[in-house]
């Protein structure tokens, strides 16, 4: 019988989800990660990149690619799944998945006959293509996250939601995936921008505070449990969890 312990080493592999407002620094995060430049790959979805121009991060530019949303994407899991493809990264970024997501739905609203998208008496079917889409997410997002030999941050988009009397600060998905899309990660974080003393600062929700929906599977593993607003700084986390290497 195969006994463990409970003791809880740092971890080799994560996936961690990201989600907030435009301009909070989302992709700002890539510099965070613990490891070198040249062992990050980062998938730009949303051609956004700007921010990273000065460290020579590698980058599969999606908008260059010839096909669909759906072609597109499955060329780029193709070449991770292979050797050559993964080439010693360490992480991989998806920045982002609700920019694919919002192609994905203007692809299908303007080729409703491919995705079998028309009802008997040729009217569009939007119920249907929800659940499509939620669908073709959960199956993208499972085979991102089901690449061997590297970690992975996604990075997508937040909106405010009416949450019965109160408000609550989710992600922004087409179709009811957004309510299930946390539940795939290690760490599931909202980024956020406050004033502070000294001008605007950026940190990372990592539990629920009411407000913002996020997790967390490190906090309070093998060295000090997470505050629920922490600095904007993967390596911090980490090194706060478990320790340096």
């Known amino acids: 019988m195969l006994i463990e ?26 510099k965070t990660l613990p490891c070198d430049p040249e062992h990050v790959l980062v998938i730009d979805i949303e051609n956004g990149l700007e921010v ?12 260059k690619l010839q096909g669909s949303p759906l072609e597109k994407m499955r060329q780029i899991l193709g070449h991770l799944k292979t050797k050559e493809g993964l ?8 920045d982002s998945f609700t920019e694919f997501s919002d192609e994905l739905k203007t692809h299908m609203e ?24 939620k669908k073709y ?36 998905l087409n179709g009811s995936y957004s309510e ?13 921008a406050v004033r502070g003393e000294d001008g605007p600062r950026h940190e990372l929700v990592t539990n629920s505070d009411g407000y913002y929906i996020a997790k967390s599977r490190m906090s309070g ?22 320790g340096q290497k």
């Open 180 to 192: 299930s899309v946390m539940f795939n990660f290690d760490e599931f974080y909202a980024v956020r």
């Open 137 to 172: 997410m959960a199956r993208i997002m499972n085979a991102f996250l089901g690449l061997d030999g590297c970690s992975k941050l996604v990075l997508f988009g937040g909106e405010e939601k009416e949450d019965g009397p109160d408000s609550v600060f989710k992600v922004m």
């Open 221 to 242: 593993g093998s060295n000090t449990p997470l505050d629920t607003y922490e600095p904007a700084n993967l390596r911090h986390i980490i090194e706060k969890c478990y």
């Open 87 to 94: 080439n010693g990264f360490k992480w991989i970024v998806l």
């Open 110 to 133: 303007a080729n409703p006959e491919t995705h079998g998208l028309k009802t008997k008496s040729g009217a569009f079917d939007g119920l249907k293509m929800y659940g499509e889409i």
């Open 5 to 30: 312990s409970t003791k809880k080493e740092r971890p080799e592999l994560l996936k961690v989800g990201v989600f907030g407002r435009s301009g909070q620094g989302k992709t700002s995060l890539v």
């Open 52 to 63: 990273l121009r000065g460290s020579d991060y590698k980058n599969i530019p999606y908008q």
